[in-house]
């Protein structure tokens, strides 16, 4: 069964670092993810993706965030200078219309 | 603001026993996901309802949309140990590519 792979697993940071948290999406959809969720808390939404440009982000999502898709199946989260609060598990996600696929997700550290 | 408020946030029960789960919000949905998301582990999707009234039977799950699309329930009959978890529901606002709006989810504990 196809599945939305995330790598690393885990990663540990200095505050000030940048992180780029890697995906690969199902490779016939067409819709891609980022979502977070701090310890204890709701998944929350970051931003979405389509058609090679960010199609909606939350407020979380601030000029520290980008997002890529560099190849024709890899989806990247970049965070240029990372801070303590960003510590969090990372879940990437697609679509082909409805049924969002989540990853397994990359716990960040931020030390 | 859009939420999802979802109920109880925690349930602990004895094998064999029903529970319900629920989700209420006073958005209105373009469709409905409940996921089981394991500790350390991505949401993993158990079902999607897209039309009010919807009802959708995985097992001994069954999920229901509201006719007005803006609440949801999950019901387990006859609970097992092995239904242990972590059960979300999410809200999308659009049909394709729209955020998700997650409720805070539901920790059940099925003891044998």
């Known amino acids: 069964e196809p599945e939305v792979t995330q790598t690393p697993s885990h990663q540990v940071t200095q505050m000030g670092q940048e992180v780029i948290l890697r995906c690969v999406p199902i490779s016939n959809h067409l819709y891609f993810y980022w979502y977070r969720q701090i310890l204890g808390q709701k998944v929350e939404f970051l931003v979405s993706f389509y058609n090679n440009e960010i199609s909606e982000k939350s407020e979380i999502f601030d000029d520290q965030f980008s997002v890529e898709r560099p190849d024709g199946s890899n989806f990247t989260l970049k965070i240029r200078s990372t801070k303590l609060e960003d510590s969090a598990m990372y879940f990437c996600a697609s679509s082909e219309s409805r049924s969002r696929l989540f990853g397994s997700g990359t716990r960040l550290t931020v030390v | 603001t859009q939420l999802l408020e979802q109920s109880p946030q925690f349930l602990s029960i004895q094998e064999g026993e029903n529970l319900t789960v629920y989700c209420n919000s006073s958005s209105v949905f373009s469709s409905l996901q409940w996921y089981r998301q394991e500790p350390g582990e991505g949401p993993v999707l158990l079902v999607t309802v897209v039309t009010g009234g919807e009802v959708k039977k995985l097992k001994r799950l069954t999920f229901q949309f509201g006719d007005a699309r803006k609440d949801s329930s999950l019901h387990i009959t006859a609970a097992q140990p092995g239904d242990t978890g972590l059960y979300l529901c999410?809200?999308?606002?659009?049909?394709?590519?729209?955020?998700?709006?997650f409720g805070q989810g539901t920790e059940l504990s099925v003891k044998p």
């Open positions: 999410a809200g999308s606002l659009w049909d394709q590519g729209g955020k998700l709006i």
